[in-house]
Nanobody, 117 residues
Framework: VQLVESGGGLVQPGGSLRLSCAAS????????MSWYRQAPGKERELVAA????????DYADSVKGRFTISRDNAKNTAYLQMNSLTPEDTAVYYC???????????WGQGTQVTVSS
C-alpha cells in the first residue's frame, strides 16, 4: 500500500497550488480520501474529505471557498486544489485513505506547502 503526495512547494500569498495523492496497493474507489495538514507546533487538522465515489465532500471552515478536493478513480489519484493561499496555509499536507468498516487506514508521507512573499 502506498500513498504518494506531490505538488507542494513555495508560493506567494494569493497564489494557487494543486496537490496530488497517488494511491496504489488497494481498491482506491472503495476508500474515502481526505487531506490533513500540520503546521509547526500545531496539531494535525482535517482540511477536506471526499467519499469513495466522489459524491460528497466536506471542508474545514478555514478553507471553504478556497480549496477543492476531488478524485479520479480511474487514475487512483486524489487532488487538493488550493486557491487564494495565505501564510496561515503553510504546513505539511498529508493524504489519508480510510475504509473504517474494514479497519483500513493509510497515510502518505506528506508534502510541504509554504506560502510566503
Amino acid at each position: 500500500v502506498q500513498l504518494v503526495e506531490s505538488g507542494g512547494g513555495l508560493v506567494q500569498p494569493g497564489g494557487s497550488l494543486r496537490l496530488s495523492c497517488a494511491a496504489s496497493g488497494f481498491t482506491f474507489s472503495s476508500y474515502a480520501m481526505s487531506w490533513y495538514r500540520q503546521a509547526p507546533g500545531k496539531e494535525r487538522e482535517l482540511v477536506a474529505a471526499i467519499t469513495g465515489a466522489g459524491s460528497s465532500t466536506d471542508y474545514a471552515d478555514s478553507v471553504k471557498g478556497r480549496f477543492t478536493i476531488s478524485r479520479d478513480n480511474a487514475k487512483n489519484t486524489a487532488y487538493l486544489q488550493m486557491n487564494s493561499l495565505t501564510p496561515e496555509d503553510t504546513a505539511v499536507y498529508y493524504c489519508r485513505a480510510r475504509r473504517p468498516a474494514f479497519g483500513r487506514d493509510y497515510w502518505g508521507q506528506g508534502t510541504q506547502v509554504t506560502v510566503s512573499s
